[in-house]
C-alpha cells in the first residue's frame, strides 16, 4: 500500500490555476509530504551525509543504501517538501526480529512486522524549527495505517534518547550494533498498541 492511499493528510495538494490568456500554471505546493523514490536518493544522502559526518563522523546510510531501501520498500520512506525542496526525511524498512542485529543496518524483510527506522535528518537551514518532531509524528500516524506493523524501532546515540522519548519511544537498552567507537540505544515504539487511535485516524 503506499503512503498516498493509505493516509489522507499526506494527500499532495492540487496545483494553482492562474487566470488570464497564458492557461494553467503549475505552481509548487508551499508544504508537502511524500514517500521518497530512488530519484531523492542524492538530495536524501546530501542531507544525511551533511548532519551526520559533522556530528559523530559516519552516515547510517551510504548512497547505494539510500537507493537501496527506497528502491525496495519506498512506502516506509517520507519526506517533506518545501517548495520543491526536500528539507528532512525518514527512511525505514521492515525487520522481523525482536532485536537489531547488523543484518538490519542493510536488509529489508518483506514479511517483517516491525519497522526499522534506519534515519531521520532535517536540512541544516531548517533545523531548530522542531520539524524533525512533526516528520516523526506524521509519520507514526502513518505506519498507524499499516495493518502488518507492530511496532517501530531506531538505534540513537544516548543524547538523543530524550528527543525520540518525546515521539513516544522507549527505552529498550544498549544495542548490540557498534560502528567503530560509536555505540547506541535501541528505542521501542509500540504501534500496534495504538488500535484506539487507529480506528480513530481514518485508515
Not at 525496495?72 to 525542496?85: A, D, K, M, N, V
Request: aromatic fraction near 10%.
Amino acid at each position: 500500500m503506499s503512503v498516498m492511499s493509505a493516509a489522507p493528510f499526506l494527500m499532495r495538494p492540487p496545483y494553482m490555476r492562474s487566470p488570464g490568456p497564458q492557461g494553467r500554471r503549475h505552481t509548487l505546493p508551499a508544504s508537502e509530504f511524500r514517500s521518497l523514490s530512488p530519484e531523492d536518493a542524492i538530495s536524501v544522502f546530501e542531507i544525511e551525509r551533511e548532519a551526520f559526518i559533522s556530528v559523530s563522523g559516519e552516515c547510517p546510510l551510504h548512497l547505494d543504501e539510500v537507493r537501496h531501501f527506497l528502491s525496495l520498500c519506498p512506502e516506509l520512506s517520507l519526506g517533506w517538501f518545501e517548495e520543491g525542496r526536500l528539507v528532512a526525511f525518514i527512511i525505514g524498512s521492515l525487520w522481523d526480529q525482536e532485536r537489531l542485529t547488523t543484518d538490519a543496518l542493510t536488509l529489508h524483510k518483506p514479511h517483517g512486522t516491525t519497522v526499522h527506522i534506519h534515519v531521520l535528518a532535517v536540512h541544516r537551514t531548517f533545523r531548530q524549527q522542531g520539524k524533525g518532531s512533526i516528520l516523526m509524528w506524521r509519520y507514526l500516524q502513518y505506519l498507524r495505517c499499516l495493518p502488518y506493523v507492530r511496532r517501530a524501532v531506531l538505534m540513537c546515540e544516548e543524547f538523543l534518547v530524550p528527543f525520540y522519548q518525546k515521539s513516544g519511544f522507549k527505552v529498550q537498552g544498549p544495542s548490540e550494533i557498534t560502528v567503530g567507537p560509536l555505540t547506541f540505544i535501541e528505542m521501542l515504539y509500540p504501534v500496534r498498541g495504538h488500535a484506539f487511535m487507529r480506528r480513530n485516524s481514518g485508515c
